[in-house]
Structures are given as structure tokens and as C-alpha cells.
T-cell receptor, first 110, second 115 residues
Framework: RKEVEQDPGPFNVPEGATVAFNCTYS??????FFWYRQDCRKEPKLLMS???SGNEDGRFTAQLNRASQYISLLIRDSKLSDSATYLC???????????FGQGTTLQVKP | EPEVTQTPSHQVTQMGQEVILRCVPI?????FYWYRQILGQKVEFLVS????????KSEIFDDQFSVERPDGSNFTLKIRSTKLEDSAMYFC?????????????FGPGTRLTVL
């Protein structure tokens, strides 16, 4: 089983749509969770950390279910500028090592 | 806004040659990392570095790889004898602390092409 698994997509949605991405992780000892965004041939950039209580940042909502080892990201009112690859990322230890999923590609169309 | 910088942006080398990839982490950060991403694949952890020593390394980081912080600002990744399969984008990252929920800031990457 992959350490962090995501549906690669692509997700093609119209502007204004709501889209949800899911991710599962295999190591139950994982300690912290993130969504990063990666534009084509660019570096990953932190979108948001994910907490057990769930958290929201504007149009973006992230949820964590530790029992199911499942992480989600919801994007409301999609913009053209949201087109990117969304990376589910997990930290399993104290050395800062990040484990990345394959990424889910989102294409928002006018 | 402070940022991680990397040089060169693109390095082309012949198989068997040594390469050194350079990074300047954010100045007050204490934890440093190298990741790589082969074209079309996921980002993979290589090594983490703190207090002038490696704190964790992956299976990819074999004895052909080494890291160094030669002075107070640079952080380097050396590949001693490059192979074709080392062709990838190499990202340097840094963070203030190594603990949970601490954001890692990534540099723009060095694209390494091994011929």
C-alpha cells in the first residue's frame, strides 16, 4: 500500500464549481498533515495545514479523520487560478520528513 | 518576503560526473531538507539536516550522495558519480523548527539532466 494515496485526476471543473479531493495515508503514527499546491514545473507551496478539528481558509476547507486515515480538501467557488496539482503531504516523525502523495490535478475552465 | 534560493536552475552533466547543487535557506531557519521529483512522479524525501548533521535520510540517499553546510548560509547536495536515473528536479527546503505543523519553504528547484 502506498504511504500517501490520492486520485491523480485530472478534475476538470467549470469556474464557480465546488470540488473535493481525498487522500489516504498508511502510517497510523503520522503526526501532521498538509495540503500543498504545485504549479507546473514549480516548487510545492503550502496551501494549508490540516487539523483534527478541521480548518477553513477562505474558499478552502480541510478535514482529517485519524480513525479512517483520511484527509480531504474542499474548494468552493473555483477560480481559474486554482488550476494546479494539489499534493497531500504527511509528516510521520520529528525530523521533518514529508511524505508526498502523487498529487491531484485540477483544471478550472471558464 | 524571505525565500529559499537555489543555483543553478538547470544543470546538464555527463553520466559519472560529480555535481553540486546549491541552496541558500531562509536566514533564521535551522532545519534543511533535500527532495527530488522525477518528471511525472511524486516528490520524494532525500535527507533532513540539523545542527550540522543528517537527522534522517531515505533509501535513495545512498553513499553517492552527501550534504554539507560549508558556511553560515549555503546548504549543498553533492552527487559523486551521477547516473541517468538521477535526472530529476531537486528541491531544497528549510523550516524554523523540525516539529509538526511547521511549514517547510521550498526553493524553485534545480533541474538536473544526466546524459
Amino acid at each position: 500500500r502506498k504511504e500517501v494515496e490520492q486520485d491523480p485526476g485530472p478534475f476538470n471543473v467549470p469556474e464557480g464549481a465546488t470540488v473535493a479531493f481525498n487522500c489516504t495515508y498508511s502510517n497510523s503514527a503520522s503526526q501532521s498533515f498538509f495540503w500543498y499546491r504545485q504549479d507546473c514545473r514549480k516548487e510545492p507551496k503550502l496551501l494549508m495545514s490540516v487539523y483534527s478539528s478541521g480548518n477553513e481558509d477562505g474558499r478552502f476547507t480541510a478535514q482529517l479523520n485519524r480513525a479512517s486515515q483520511y484527509i480531504s480538501l474542499l474548494i468552493r467557488d473555483s477560480k481559474l487560478s486554482d488550476s494546479a496539482t494539489y499534493l497531500c503531504v504527511v509528516n510521520t516523525g520529528n525530523t521533518g520528513k514529508l511524505i508526498f502523495g502523487q498529487g491531484t490535478t485540477l483544471q478550472v475552465k471558464p | 518576503e524571505p525565500e529559499v534560493t537555489q543555483t543553478p536552475s538547470h544543470q546538464v552533466t555527463q553520466m559519472g560526473q560529480e555535481v553540486i547543487l546549491r541552496c541558500v535557506p531562509i536566514s533564521n531557519h535551522l532545519y534543511f531538507y533535500w527532495y527530488r521529483q522525477i518528471l511525472g512522479q511524486k516528490v520524494e524525501f532525500l535527507v533532513s539536516f540539523y545542527n550540522n548533521e543528517i537527522s534522517e535520510k531515505s533509501e535513495i540517499f545512498d553513499d553517492q550522495f552527501s550534504v554539507e553546510r560549508p558556511d553560515g548560509s549555503n546548504f549543498t547536495l553533492k552527487i559523486r558519480s551521477t547516473k541517468l536515473e538521477d535526472s530529476a528536479m531537486y528541491f531544497c527546503a528549510s523550516s524554523e523548527v523540525g516539529a509538526n505543523y511547521n511549514e517547510q519553504f521550498f526553493g524553485p528547484g534545480t533541474r538536473l539532466t544526466v546524459l
